[in-house]
């Protein structure tokens, strides 16, 4: 199996802090396909939790995703960040 696209260093982040001083986190995406790819929407089910933002560090082939608390609230909570393409 050829893999297309990864996460980096892995699929996920640990925000972890006390409210309001918890440190940004990032992910690098590679695209290892051979046609570049462009990231057309971000979805999540903690936009009340967190907020993100995705840089293109190199054309079509490296993204930095960096991800944010900005919880109201103490607590636990997990969810997921989709990242749709134009590479289906």
Known sequence: ???LAAFEPG???SLQGPLGKVPKE???LVNY???PLRITRIRS????RIQWQIQERKAGREFILM???RSQAPGEYTG???LETDNP
């Open 1 to 3: 199996m050829k893999l």
């Open 33 to 35: 396909h051979e046609k």
């Open 11 to 13: 699929g996920y982040v």
């Open 26 to 28: 990032g992910l690098l």
């Open 67 to 69: 991800i944010q608390d």
């Open 45 to 48: 089910d903690l936009e009340d």
């Open 80 to 82: 997921r960040l989709i």
